[in-house]
């Protein structure tokens, strides 16, 4: 099995910043593509920001330029760094990770069990 572990959420004025970690442990070949995904109540979950393993990165629109993803491949690790954060960046922000268990096989999404913040106007 594989645990994605998050930290680095709480409560933040607007216009701070926050800097989310998500480490991956157990089972693990390798690691393709890893996110970051956030709910807000009442809304459905959706894409922050992801990293392939190359490096390569997407962001939501409403995030660009504010936000920042990178990722250390050898400790399997993910960063959201959150500057100019603004009242409806508030959620429950969420890992994801596509691991895979040996190179016979596909990789397979794994979440974090999320993280809170909330920006305060």
């Known amino acids: 099995q594989v645990q994605l572990v998050e930290s680095g959420g709480g409560l933040v004025q607007a216009g701070g910043s926050l800097k989310l970690s998500c480490t991956a442990s157990?089972?693990?070949?390798?690691?393709?593509?890893m996110g970051w995904y956030r709910q807000a109540p009442g809304k459905q979950r959706g894409l922050v920001a992801s990293?392939?393993?190359?490096?390569?990165?997407n962001y939501a629109d409403s995030v660009k330029g504010r936000f920042t993803i990178s990722r250390d491949n050898a400790k399997n690790t993910v960063y959201l760094q959150m500057n100019s954060l603004k009242p409806e960046d508030t959620a429950v922000y969420y890992c994801?990770?596509?691991?895979?268990?040996?190179?016979?096989?596909?990789?397979?999404?794994?979440w974090g069990q999320g993280t809170q913040v909330t920006v305060s106007s």
């Open positions: 994801n990770a596509e691991v895979r268990y040996s190179r016979y096989e596909s990789s397979k999404p794994y």
């Open positions: 990293i392939s393993s190359g490096g390569t990165s």
């Open positions: 157990g089972r693990i070949f390798s690691i393709n593509a």
